[in-house]
């Protein structure tokens, strides 16, 4: 089976891309600075009353949700300006072809041929778009309204059989 997808890469594909790499590090990161917090906090007021402490979890709860708030907006900028300091790659369309041996991602500047062995990881994102990572911070980035030949499903499956990486 062989499958072609054509698209260029849009800003917002490239955020979604950006926001979908670093969800994990973000919740790890929210995780250890409420554990630090709630350790400190615990060590200097284990006598306050009640209603100090349900206080206390609502100023944590709203700390959160504004940290969550900015750590997703400064990505939002980050990945804006990396998208258009790259503006020149991403305007150009590419033609991807995939086989079972095979994907040849092409540009008008250039081509690049993988083979599966050269696959890192995938990655499914919503079911509307796939990360295959080459390494840690090369992706092709293969969406769902790309797909011109063939049923999506079939070719997420498709996917799965002959390009996860073996381990």
């Known amino acids: 089976m062989e499958y072609r997808l054509s698209g260029k890469i849009s800003e917002r594909a490239f955020y979604e891309m950006q926001r979908f790499n670093v969800r994990k590090a973000k919740l790890v990161f929210l995780l250890v600075f409420n ?3 709630l350790a400190v906090f615990l060590w200097e007021n284990t006598d306050e009353s ?5 206080f206390t979890a609502f100023l944590f709860l709203a700390f959160n949700f504004l940290l969550y708030f900015l750590m997703g907006y400064t990505l939002k900028i980050k990945s804006r300006k ?12 590419r033609q991807i ?5 095979e994907i040849q991602q092409s540009t008008s ?8 062995d050269m696959v890192y990881k995938i990655a499914y994102n919503n079911a509307r778009e ?4 080459l390494a840690t911070n ?3 980035i293969l969406r769902k309204n790309w797909l011109e030949n063939g049923q999506w499903a079939d070719f997420v499956t498709f996917i799965k ?3 996860e990486p073996k381990k």
């Open 35 to 37: 554990l630090f917090a």
């Open 50 to 54: 009640l209603s100090f402490w349900i």
């Open 82 to 93: 990396a998208y258009r300091s790259g503006i020149k790659l991403h305007v150009f369309p």
């Open 97 to 101: 072809h995939i086989t079972e041996q």
């Open 109 to 116: 500047f250039s081509t690049m041929t993988i083979t599966p």
């Open 130 to 133: 796939i990360y295959i990572y």
């Open 138 to 140: 090369q992706i092709i």
């Open 161 to 163: 059989k002959n390009w």
